[in-house]
């Protein structure tokens, strides 16, 4: 039973730049949330996805955006990336609306130049 | 901005030893306590959770206490080996407006486990 995957695992761009992060959800899982985690720090939310909805947000510019398909996976886009853009990028799912617990994957490291 | 505090940031403990984590909030509309362990280069993985309904929860070597009135929950590990270092993170989870779940994590804490 796979867990939550995302791809890709390592990704570097320069500032100006538009990045898609993507995310398939643990099996069974149908909510997908999106954080951000910078070195040493704890996971920062971004948003969350249900129902192919944005179901809330946390305080990021909408530079942040995302897309859940039918198949309850997800993408994440950043543009216009700045060099404080640089961190992990984790992606958690749940299994319906109630939504815990969640599980994470291993995340994709973005490193901006 | 509602906030989990966590403490201490890092801490070393030899084997065997207990490793104590802490966290306080600031907001009493949360619904659920998880604590996540991450190992570098991977993704937080739930450890324990609790329900702040219940004082204290163990599993395994594993141990939350949870303090309603103070606001504060901790994190115990029992004879602490090796292999538990890593960053601990605990985290406070509350019903959002739109019906589903946030969660708000502490800074984390690096434990590193002496041989």
């Known amino acids: 039973d796979a867990g939550v995957t995302q791809s890709p695992t390592h990704l570097i761009k320069t500032r100006g730049q538009q990045v898609t992060l993507r995310c398939s959800p643990k099996s069974g899982h149908d909510t997908v949330s999106w954080y951000q985690q910078a070195l040493g720090q704890g996971p920062q939310f971004i948003f969350q996805y249900y129902e192919e909805e944005e179901r809330q947000r946390g305080n990021f510019p909408d530079r942040f955006s995302g897309h859940q398909f039918p198949n309850y996976s997800s993408e994440l886009n950043v543009n216009a990336l700045l060099l404080g853009d640089s961190a992990l990028y984790l992606c958690?799912?749940?299994?319906?609306?109630?939504?815990?617990?969640?599980?994470f994957g291993d995340g994709t490291r973005l490193s901006i130049l | 901005q509602q906030q989990v505090k966590q403490s201490p940031q890092s801490l070393i403990v030899q084997k065997g030893g207990i490793s104590i984590i802490n966290c306080a909030y600031e907001n009493t509309a949360f619904d659920y306590f998880p604590w996540y362990q991450q190992f570098p280069g991977k993704g937080p993985a739930l450890l324990i959770a609790?329900?702040?309904?219940?004082s204290e929860k163990k599993e395994g070597r594993f141990t939350i206490s949870f303090n309603k009135s103070a606001k504060q929950f901790s994190l115990h590990i029992m004879d602490s080996q090796p292999g538990d270092s890593a960053t601990y993170f605990c985290a406070a989870v509350k019903r959002a407006t739109s019906g589903t779940y946030k969660y708000i994590f502490g800074t984390g804490t690096r434990l590193k486990v002496l041989a």
């Open positions: 609790i329900r702040p309904d219940v």
């Open positions: 958690a799912s749940s299994e319906g609306w109630e939504g815990q617990p969640q599980h």
